[in-house]
């Protein structure tokens, strides 16, 4: 069992920088691989990143390529989401989740998931 608490949400204006955390409970954090995906209000949920659980193969979105950054650190069961040059289309509720098996950008692939943080952004 993992349970993940993210934080680090908030509001920043268009163009601005956030730093999301994703806190991990249990011995086996190191072997999940991790992902953020975000939901806007009236939109279905949608991949942003993910990592294996070395920290060595990423994976972003489109839409946020080259803006944002994932990484963790598992001595300390954390997983980062670093956002950069904020848009207001960035406005979304951020989820990180875990994954016993392989990175994907499929929700359904996801075995836990926290609560989400808020991250909006103004124009």
């Known amino acids: 069992q993992v349970q993940l608490v993210e934080s680090g949400g908030g509001l920043v204006q268009a163009g601005g920088s956030l730093r999301l955390s994703c806190a991990a409970s249990?011995?086996?954090?190191?072997?999940?691989?991790m992902g953020w995906f975000r939901q806007a209000p009236g939109k279905e949920r949608e991949f942003v990143a993910t990592i294996n659980w070395t920290g060595g193969s990423t994976y972003y979105a489109d839409s946020v390529k080259g803006r944002f950054t994932i990484s963790r650190d598992n001595a300390k069961n954390t997983v980062y989401l670093q956002m950069n040059s904020l848009k207001p289309e960035d406005t979304a509720v951020y989820y990180c989740a875990a994954a016993r098996l392989y990175v994907s950008a499929y929700a359904n692939q996801y075995d836990y998931w926290g609560q989400g943080t808020q991250v909006t952004v103004s124009s």
């Open positions: 249990g011995r086996t954090f190191s072997t999940y691989a």
